[in-house]
């Protein structure tokens, strides 16, 4: 079984996988995926990466059987997860759900994507890139 909380095994579980192959693999369990992903980013929160700064991130993931909206509200050097819709968000990501996945495990360059049109922004857009390091993605 693999630990989807641990980027390193969520990379080699998505990783040559078709957005199919992942949506068939996890058919009716996309929001209990969602939530131990974002589980997981916590743990793998690096608080002195944000140092000083403080967000609401919002993440807008489109499943096969609905849209999940889960947010990472990040202050005094703690990260907490929130399902729905829960504070004005400084940054909105909204993207497939295995696109999601792939980000967050680090199997695809948010910039790629978002010129490609898979990541669509909205809100502080700068801020994007500079969050995308609070994470550990080699866990």
Not at 30 to 59: N, R, W
Not at 93 to 119: E, H
Request: with cysteine; proline share 4%; hydrophobic share 40%.
């Amino acid at each position: 079984m693999t630990d989807i909380t641990n980027p390193a095994e969520l990379a080699k579980a998505v990783d040559g996988r078709s957005d199919d192959e992942i949506n068939k693999a996890l058919e009716g369990k996309y929001e209990q995926t969602c939530a131990q992903v974002f589980d997981g980013m916590k743990q793998h929160f690096l608080p002195e990466k944000a140092a000083g700064q403080s967000a609401i991130i919002q993440y807008d993931v489109t499943a096969p059987d609905g849209v999940y909206t889960f947010q990472l509200d990040v202050a005094g050097g703690k990260c907490e997860v929130a399902k729905g819709k829960a504070g004005a968000p400084r940054v909105t990501l909204a993207l497939t759900f295995p696109d999601f996945l792939r980000l967050v495990s680090g199997k695809l360059n948010g910039m790629q994507a978002f010129f490609a049109g898979k990541l669509k922004l909205s809100g502080d857009m700068m801020f994007a890139q500079t969050m995308q390091g609070w994470f550990n993605q080699q866990a």
